[in-house]
């Protein structure tokens, strides 16, 4: 006798039976609780873009509290931490959810991609369970092995498979879950590497940030349906798109992060056929999806997509630009982007553009910048040369309750166009770094403002974002932007984005050096000497700097969770020996990716 598995359905984009609440609640509970009540959910597709797998809201509910149960069953009490490997699947919802219900406190944790291999991974898990001081982990049957070793680690002796933990009995439990003034979760930032901080959310913060993003960020109405490939263990992932289409009542088609960054033009199939409205990416997701698409963009409909966020890294105006021209015959309207600025520190979101108007962009005169540390309008005369100009997105305004300011080195609020440190303030900040006061007491200033560790200037009360102040290069007595030489050089042919990283080192006298490190794929050592002396000269050029060219294999480069490049861990492995320049002899053998993988290098 043969058995076949149900149809899979896709669940629908909204409810007909429910009306629309866009936030509102007290807590993340209370928010499943009414979403439950109608027909909207989560919808998985697999790597080739399958429908895998479809979750209701109403399902999700019920296999939470359940989950919640067999949780506290296993001697969990109240409060405790529960470290939950962050996969895009039901799995990790049901144990989010479930510890919402059972008052425990989940720490989403990033899923293995091996970037620096399995040692590194384990190494990062242990210490962020010991960050969060987890009593229990939970964790996909395939990685039991490495969760298992991270846990021996640091004492964590309560290790559980999500099949392991479904199959635990789940009766005889009352749940009481959280409440508006507890903790919701502990979110690792993308920074987050050997020394891990653990950004303490409350209900009260959550349930902030998700009314602002959902009434003034996307102006959500009952008909959205949001498509997403971002990391659930990271803020935008989670929050963003799922946490708010929660509190939203939305349905979202999810594909998994690995999938987007070996077939990116499936993002842009499944939103095309699914009449998806609302997506988010940081820059450079537009930029892979755009190159994959090749001549097929009219392929696909994208008239639907009213709401395209950046997000997560300094916003490009050039790869918005190249992605709406390349996808013009696919109907994608540029109006729809919506550059914004957040970080997990402030749960997610802090400011949002307008979505009614076309993203605005800032041409300002490099060489002025630099003088007088202000962001002065290029002339007419000076944009005819691209080399004396630089290019910022506006970011926008903070959602209701927030306030940015931008301050000096000696913490005077600055005016407009004044470059200087972001400082932000508002109901979704969190409540501080997890068990880690010193690292709490560092960015939470006075009158409960808190520092932010970005550059920016304000523009019309909206926020233009330069760089991260630890990244800034001070080289001869003036402050060079690392990101003026990076996007510089990934022009020179055949670099692509995320293949360059500037980057200040101690010289022989005392004096920071500039050195540039360039991933490079080309075999010959010919070829490989045109590639040193072409980007020797578009940075002398860009910057005004000698510095020193040093080429390093494919997959070098350091990237955060999130994809950030990270400067600072570049500085340390380059500096340390483990990023080492290429001599004839070793290049053999070297692997060559087919695409650039730096979209999930943080936990590859």
């Known amino acids: 006798m043969t058995f076949s598995l149900p149809e899979l359905r896709l669940l629908e984009a909204s409810n007909t039976d429910l009306a629309h ?26 790597g080739r873009g399958n429908l895998e797998d479809v979750l209701s809201y109403r399902d999700l509910r019920d296999a939470a509290i359940a989950t919640g149960r067999r949780l506290i069953k296993t001697g969990l009490k109240r409060g405790e931490r529960v470290a939950v490997v962050g996969e895009t699947s039901r799995e990790f ?75 635990a009995p789940d009766g005889g439990v ?24 653990g950004v303490l959310i409350s209900q009260r913060a959550i349930m902030t940030n998700a009314n602002g993003i959902l009434r003034e960020g996307t102006k959500t109405t009952h008909d959205d349906r949001a498509m997403s490939w971002l990391p659930l263990y990271h803020d935008m992932g989670l929050v963003g798109f799922c946490l708010s289409p929660v509190l939203g009542q939305h349905t979202v088609d999810y594909l998994p992060t690995t999938a987007f960054a070996r077939r990116p ?73 919506m550059p914004s600025y957040g970080m997990a520190e402030a749960t997610l979101a802090v400011t949002f553009t307008d979505r009614d108007d076309t993203f605005r962009v800032d041409c300002v005169d490099r060489a002025q910048c630099k003088l007088t540390r202000k962001a002065v309008p290029a002339t007419e005369e000076v944009k005819r040369n691209p080399d004396r100009v630089r290019y910022f997105v506006t970011c926008g305004r903070p959602i209701p309750g927030h306030e940015v300011e931008v ?22 900040l969190m409540t501080g770094y997890f068990e880690n006061d010193e690292a ?59 293949d360059v990283a500037a980057i200040a080192v101690e010289g022989d006298g005392g004096d920071d050096d500039v050195v540039v490190l ?40 350091p990237f955060t969770s999130s994809g950030k490049l990270s400067r600072a861990g570049a500085k340390v492995r380059y500096v340390s020996g483990d990023i080492q320049e290429f001599v004839p002899e070793t290049f053999a053998g070297i692997g060559v990716d087919a695409e650039p993988m730096h979209a999930v290098q943080g936990a590859k």
């Open 440 to 498: 709490t007491e560092a960015v939470m200033l006075e009158d409960d403002w808190l520092a932010t560790g970005d550059m920016g200037y304000l523009l019309d009360g909206e926020i233009v974002i330069t760089g991260r102040s630890k990244d800034l290069i001070l080289h001869n007595g003036r402050n060079i932007w690392p990101q003026d030489i990076e996007w510089a050089a990934e022009r020179v042919e055949p670099l692509r984005g995320g």
């Open 518 to 557: 360039v991933q490079c794929r080309l075999h010959d050592e010919e070829e490989r000497e045109v590639l040193r002396r072409e980007v020797a000269a578009v940075v002398h050029q860009t910057a005004g700097v000698e510095c020193h060219i040093a080429l390093v294999p494919p997959k070098s480069l």
């Open 407 to 428: 301050r000096n080195d000696a913490g005077e609020t600055l005016g407009e166009r004044d470059i200087g440190h972001i400082m932000i303030k508002g109901p979704s």
């Open 174 to 197: 009352d749940l009481v879950p959280f409440g508006r003034d507890d903790i919701a979760y502990i979110q690792y930032s993308s920074g987050s590497t050997s020394n891990p901080k």
């Open 21 to 46: 609440r866009a936030g509102g609640f007290d807590t993340l509970a209370e928010g499943l609780d009414y979403a439950a009540r109608g027909r909207t959910g989560f919808n998985f597709y697999s």
């Open 93 to 167: 919802l049901e144990v989010f959810f479930g510890c919402q219900y059972a008052g425990l406190v989940p720490c989403p944790m990033p899923y293995s991609m091996y970037i620096g291999g399995r040692d590194a991974y384990v190494e990062r898990i242990a210490g962020m369970m010991m960050s969060a001081r987890a009593s229990a982990v939970v964790a996909t049957d395939e990685m039991r092995g490495q969760i298992s070793d991270a846990a021996a680690m640091v004492g964590v002796s309560n290790l559980l498979t999500h099949s392991e933990l479904a199959g």
């Open 265 to 337: 033009a499936l993002w842009l199939k499944i939103m095309s056929e699914n009449r998806c409205t609302t997506t988010f990416s940081p820059s450079f997701g537009y930029d892979l999806a755009a190159r994959r698409v090749n001549g097929s963009a009219g392929d696909y409909d994208l008239s639907c997509v009213r709401v395209a966020g950046i997000g997560g890294d300094m916003v490009r105006p050039d790869v918005l630009q190249y992605f709406a021209e390349k996808m013009a015959p696919a109907k994608f309207d540029p109006k729809a982007f």
